[in-house]
């Protein structure tokens, strides 16, 4: 979620198991549930439905790590309450994926193989969240703001839930990227979480209220719904000493960035007005991109007449539709900004959509798409609509060897998908090697030795951040494998 961390040993926090005599509530419960999280908005409660009876709360396609007691039938608590953490985690775990179901029609399937993805409410202490597709997990953590000596959780906001979701639903879609080294394959599942939580935020009434209350419906103003993770984002600026983040947020929706080569950006930029190449900073141009496209709509909405409110909430609606039609269009190996954003138009011009003109003017205004395109110039789609599992058979797993001076790493070969029914370009190998030669230089490989056992910490560099990827040694040849673990 985060690019800055502080990683500790993961535990499970103790949430008071369910008695004996107490029967635990199912069917359709009320759980504790902050859309947004408690520097911008008070907590609230929403009905999870279908949920299984038993000491751990779980639905058809998500369940808590741990056993929660509920109260008078439900699963609300105060903020205070150590079992708020779980309700709120899991609350919105199970609401990301609803919205998602019944916004796109496209039924959630999770990539590591399971029936459910598992909610970890409080693993430790880091300042971050992440999925694990190897555990099948999403993940939440605390930490101490250095300023106020408040123990902040990432669990505790509805938008950064709904970011790590996304991260999970666009895995089981389209589990290639995650075996992808290119920057904007990364970023694009950075942006993908950030968009949904951002279409996701104002279906709730509190937080569709104040978004009116601070833009009137422009939404070119600063609002709660285009900041993501505000409370996140203070104490990560506490923790730097300087605004580390651009605002009062993790990262936000609204900006000005144009295309730019990630090969020729730095990292991180000083200054958080800059694009950078690290996939959440490069992140912001896709998601801003889209949330032009997003402020499009509300603008044609209310030129139909809608008031404001209405106008952002059907917005919305069709923003998650439109998120829907875009993965089933979306490349299924690698792809840049601009293949990406093709399929946008296309899926919108062929596909059911409506807003070809729109999305095609906002990515050419962003520069992504050249500006003499014409949505008639952009080739019908080819990509056909495929299961899950018919998915995953079609990622093949091939190899490709590094030439020339990896430094430690030399001698080694990278894991890479494979399309099995693409041609095989040196270009496309020589680009694997570039990304990789990038992804060394800036630390984001991590080397190991022969037998070297590893552990999940390991998979973390010092700052708490995820390594891209990792060195293991397969009958005694070096691979560089991708890490699957998402922030």
Not at 431 to 451: A, C, F, M, N, S
């Amino acid at each position: 979620m985060t690019c800055n961390a502080l990683h500790s040993h993961r535990h499970i926090a103790s949430t008071r198991p369910v008695s004996q005599n107490q029967s635990a509530p199912a069917g359709s419960v009320d759980f504790s549930q902050n859309p947004q999280d408690k520097v911008v908005l008070q907590p609230g409660t929403y009905t999870v439905q279908n949920l299984k009876g038993g000491e751990t709360p779980e639905v058809e396609k998500a369940k808590l790590s741990e056993p929660l007691q509920a109260e008078n039938g439900a699963y609300v608590f105060a903020d205070t309450d150590p079992r708020f953490h779980a309700a709120n985690s899991f609350s919105a775990v199970a609401r990301t994926i609803q919205f998602f179901e019944e916004g796109t029609g496209i039924p959630v399937a999770w990539a590591f193989g399971e029936p459910q993805i598992t909610v970890v409410a409080d693993g430790g202490e880091m300042l971050n969240a992440y999925y694990q597709r190897a555990e099948g997990s999403v993940n939440f953590f605390h930490s101490t703001d250095a300023v106020t000596s408040q123990v902040v959780y990432s669990g505790d906001s509805g938008e950064v839930v709904s970011h790590e979701a996304g991260h999970a639903i666009l895995d089981g879609m389209r589990p290639a990227y995650l075996m992808n080294w290119r920057t904007d394959c990364g970023a694009f599942h950075e942006s993908f979480g950030d968009m949904l939580a951002l279409v996701m935020s104002v279906q709730d009434d509190k937080v569709l209220a104040q978004v009116v209350e601070q833009t009137g419906g422009d939404m070119t103003r600063p609002n709660m719904a285009a900041n993501l993770g505000e409370e996140l984002g203070i104490t990560i600026n506490h923790k730097v000493g300087k605004n580390h983040t651009g605002g009062d947020y993790t990262r936000t929706a609204i900006n000005k960035f144009k295309w730019q080569d990630p090969k020729t950006l730095p990292k991180n930029p000083e200054n958080p007005d800059e694009l950078g190449s690290e996939v959440h900073n490069f992140s912001r141009l896709f998601t801003g991109a889209f949330y032009d496209v997003f402020t499009g709509l509300v603008n044609e909405n209310r030129a139909n007449g809608m008031e404001p409110g209405q106008a952002i909430r059907e917005a919305s609606n069709e923003g998650i539709r439109m998120l829907g039609r875009l993965l089933k269009a979306a490349p299924r190996f690698d792809f840049t900004y601009r293949d990406m954003a093709k399929c946008f138009v296309q899926s919108e011009r062929d596909a059911g959509g409506s807003h070809a003109d729109l999305v095609a003017k906002v990515y050419k205004e962003r520069e992504i798409l050249p500006a003499n395109l014409t949505v008639a110039d952009v080739p019908p789609l080819q990509n056909p609509t495929t299961s899950l599992t018919q998915e995953a058979l079609a990622v093949q797993k091939d190899l490709v060897p590094l030439r020339g001076n990896f430094g430690n790493f030399s001698g080694a070969s990278v894991e890479i998908a494979r399309d099995p029914q693409a041609p095989r370009f040196v270009a496309d190998d020589d680009q694997v090697r570039d990304d990789i030669k990038r992804l060394i230089d800036d630390g984001r490989i991590l080397y190991t030795e022969p037998h070297q056992r590893l552990s999940e910490k390991d998979l973390f560099d010092r700052n708490g951040e995820p390594y891209i990827g990792v060195l293991r040694w397969r009958d005694g040849q070096p691979v560089i494998e991708r890490n699957t673990i998402v922030t």
